[in-house]
């Protein structure tokens, strides 16, 4: 939401889509929905036609797309707490079906929507460049962002698209310390 409120208060036209009716609402209360500049959609990312369908839906609204932030994503019930072995096909799918599926979903469309120059920033994890024990769909999911994104440039930089992730971390002291245990390391900075 800050990404949205930022780029909105610089000017830009925003489209936002999300699952969550409470998030949404929370936007519309933010960013004043019946603004020429703002459009709000109930989207599941897993859905490929929803996601084309929401895309096409924005270009016809304000006539291009010129960059996209794509933010979805789940953890899952039993984040941190089972092993590989013991994981549920269901778990399984549904985190891969948001995270990586998801991504891939919305990356395709905005990239068929977009004629350049323009931007794409998708959203990994630290665990998409460190394995971490007892996290195994959602590291694998954020592990494979990073794998669509480093192709995507490759794909699309000829046609001024840049196409780049972010890989967040914990942002306090303690959380820090907990991750850092996850991970192996000595301490945290």
Request: glycine content about 10%; hydrophobic content about 45%.
């Amino acid at each position: 939401m800050a990404t949205a409120q930022i780029l909105h208060s610089r000017g830009a036209t925003v489209a936002i889509g999300d699952l969550d009716q409470a998030a949404l609402d929370n936007a519309a209360n933010s960013l004043k929905p019946g603004e020429d500049r703002v459009m709000l959609t109930q989207l599941d990312v897993s859905k490929r036609t929803a996601v084309d369908s929401w895309v096409k839906s924005i270009v016809q609204m304000f006539g291009k797309l010129d960059g996209a932030a794509n933010c979805a994503g789940v953890i899952g019930k039993h984040h941190g707490t089972r092993m590989l072995e013991e994981l549920e096909d269901d778990q399984w799918n549904l985190i891969l079906g948001v995270n990586l599926t998801g991504m891939m979903y919305s990356m395709r469309a905005e990239l068929k929507a977009m004629k350049g120059p323009g931007s794409i920033v998708c959203v990994s994890s630290i665990q998409g460049t460190h394995g971490f024990a007892k996290h195994a769909a959602y590291a694998a999911s954020k592990h494979g962002i990073l794998g669509l994104v480093k192709t995507a440039a490759k794909e699309v930089g000829e046609r001024s698209i840049r196409v780049n992730a972010v890989t967040p971390y914990a942002h306090t002291l303690r959380l820090a310390s907990g991750m850092a245990k996850l991970m192996d390391l000595a301490e945290v900075q």
